[in-house]
């Protein structure tokens, strides 16, 4: 099983700042791997995939970069309703898909 | 636009059996396989289940196999899961979701439903 870790736990971000998430497969995953989003209380929400590919009506401030075993998702300008869990999920050496713990971006 | 909606949770204790229903709407059911990923209170994402657009291949975890059945219906447009021999383990919200790809499985997740909450407790 491929196992996936994101860094860090927590990121304390002010609006308008830069958001930079990390995550890591324990093997090679390609290109093959998404992002989520999960604000409380929500469903989570597919942001990425491809690694690098924004789903239909997601913002242009979401990039995600890499491949094999080291994946970024940025988000140039932070808004307030980016407040939430990110979640890395690969899909290569599947079943099963596997996730990150997520990352919990939080308002500094 | 596509609709998934979880039935089915509730509280049961270790070693019953649930059975959850995620009716679909918005899209050609048929052409899409479709997951179960689940969300233990505070912790993270884990997938479970897998059926192929055609019920012909279905994959489980390592932690749900031999328990539990993902099985759909065509004609109702609707996901199922069958869960039997539950574990205080499996105490989670669980979510239908839907494949990315028109028949073969891509492995990620475009749309989610609400999620129904199951709670094994004795």
């Known amino acids: 099983e491929t196992v996936m870790t994101q860094s860090p736990a927590t990121l304390s971000v002010s609006p308008g700042e830069r958001a930079t998430l990390s995550c890591r497969a324990s093997?090679?995953?390609?290109?093959?791997l998404a992002w989520y989003q999960q604000k409380p209380g929500q469903t989570p929400r597919l942001l990425i995939y491809?690694?690098?590919t924004r789903a239909t009506g997601i913002p242009a401030r979401f990039s995600g970069s890499g491949s094999g075993t080291e994946f970024t998702l940025t988000i140039s300008s932070l808004q307030s309703e980016d407040f939430a869990v990110y979640y890395c999920?690969?899909?290569?050496?599947?079943?099963?898909?596997?996730f990150g713990q997520g990352t919990k971006v939080e308002i500094k | 636009q596509v609709q998934l909606v979880e039935f089915g949770g509730g509280v049961v204790q270790p070693g019953e059996s649930l059975r959850l229903s995620c009716p679909a709407s918005?899209?050609?059911?048929?052409?899409?396989?479709m997951h179960w990923v689940r969300q233990a209170p505070g912790k993270g994402l884990e997938w479970v289940a897998y059926?192929?657009?055609?019920?012909?291949?279905?994959y489980y975890a390592d932690s749900v196999r031999g328990r539990f059945t993902i099985s759909r219906d065509g004609s109702k447009n609707t996901l199922y899961l069958q869960m039997n021999s539950l574990r205080v383990e499996d105490t989670a919200v669980y979510y239908c979701?839907?494949?990315?790809?028109?028949?073969?499985?891509?492995?990620?997740?475009?749309?989610w439903g609400q999620g129904t909450l199951v709670t094994v407790s004795s």
């Open positions: 979701a839907k494949d990315f790809n028109t028949r073969y499985t891509s492995g990620y997740f475009d749309y």
């Open positions: 059926i192929r657009y055609d019920a012909t291949n279905k």
């Open positions: 999920q690969q899909y290569n050496n599947w079943p099963p898909a596997t």
């Open positions: 491809g690694a690098s």
């Open positions: 093997q090679s995953v390609s290109s093959n």
């Open positions: 918005g899209f050609t059911f048929s052409n899409y396989g």
